[in-house]
């Protein structure tokens, strides 16, 4: 909060109820998790821009924790890879 203050919600993730929402881009290019391969929109953040991904959590090296640690590794390098330009 200090850092950015209230960012503005991006445009992908509000509702679009009305049509003139839907012109000013509201919820265009928005990606249902459950409908991605994996459950999991890899190239949609849900931070502002501004802001740019965050990491909140980090695992500890013991008990159920590694499992935690291996699957979020597998899925920031997805997540990272999904970002990158294509061509």
């Known amino acids: ?3 950015y203050g209230t960012a503005e919600v991006p445009l ?3 509702n679009a109820p009305t049509k003139l929402m839907k012109q000013l881009g509201y919820s265009k290019g928005y990606q249902y998790d ?3 391969e994996g459950g999991i929109a890899l190239d949609q953040t849900g ?3 501004a802001m740019g991904e965050r990491q909140y959590y980090a ?3 013991r008990g159920l924790e ?3 640690k291996d699957k979020l590794d597998r899925l920031r390098a997805a997540r990272e890879q999904a970002r990158k330009p294509r061509g």
Do not use: A, G, N, T
């Open 1 to 3: 909060m200090r850092e």
């Open 12 to 14: 992908h993730l509000r």
């Open 34 to 36: 459950h409908d991605s």
């Open 47 to 49: 931070f502002p821009d």
């Open 59 to 61: 695992p500890v090296e």
């Open 66 to 68: 590694i499992k935690l």
